[in-house]
Nanobody, 124 residues
Framework: QVQLVESGGGLVQAGGSLRLSCAAS????????MAWFRQAPGKDREFVSG????????DYTDSVKGRFTISRDNAKNTLYLQMNSLKPEDTAVYYC?????????????????WGQGTQVTVSS
C-alpha cells in the first residue's frame, strides 16, 4: 500500500514561487502514474498536472502551462511540483495522487491513492 504526504505549501505574493513535494512510502512508487490536483473553496477538485512512471509523459492543465513543472525522483520516492509566477487564482489545497496507469488522466476518480493536501495561498 502506498501512502502520500504533501509538503511545501504556504503563503506567497503574486508572482512568487513555491515547490511542492509529495513523499511516497511503499514499494511500488516507480510503477505509478502520479498527479497533482487542487481544490479551491466551493469548487470541485481539478487536475493540475500529471506524470507517468518513467517521467516521459507529462500533462498540464492550460491555466498552469509555462508556469508549473512536474517532476519525480523515483530513487527518492518523491513527486514535485515547481510553481512559478503564481497567481491569486492558484490559491487552493493541492493534493498529490497516484494510479496504476501508463499515462496520467484528468479525472480525480481514477486515482485511488491520495495525500492529505497542502494549502497554497497567493496574495495579490
Amino acid at each position: 500500500q502506498v501512502q502520500l504526504v504533501e509538503s511545501g505549501g504556504g503563503l506567497v505574493q503574486a508572482g512568487g514561487s513555491l515547490r511542492l513535494s509529495c513523499a511516497a512510502s511503499g514499494r511500488t512508487f516507480s510503477s505509478l502514474t502520479m498527479a497533482w490536483f487542487r481544490q479551491a473553496p466551493g469548487k470541485d477538485r481539478e487536475f493540475v498536472s500529471g506524470i507517468s512512471w518513467s517521467g516521459s509523459n507529462t500533462d498540464y492543465t492550460d491555466s498552469v502551462k509555462g508556469r508549473f513543472t512536474i517532476s519525480r525522483d523515483n530513487a527518492k520516492n518523491t513527486l514535485y511540483l515547481q510553481m512559478n509566477s503564481l497567481k491569486p487564482e492558484d490559491t487552493a489545497v493541492y493534493y498529490c495522487a497516484a494510479v496504476a496507469a501508463l499515462v496520467p488522466g484528468t479525472d480525480p476518480y481514477e486515482y485511488h491513492v491520495w495525500g492529505q493536501g497542502t494549502q497554497v495561498t497567493v496574495s495579490s
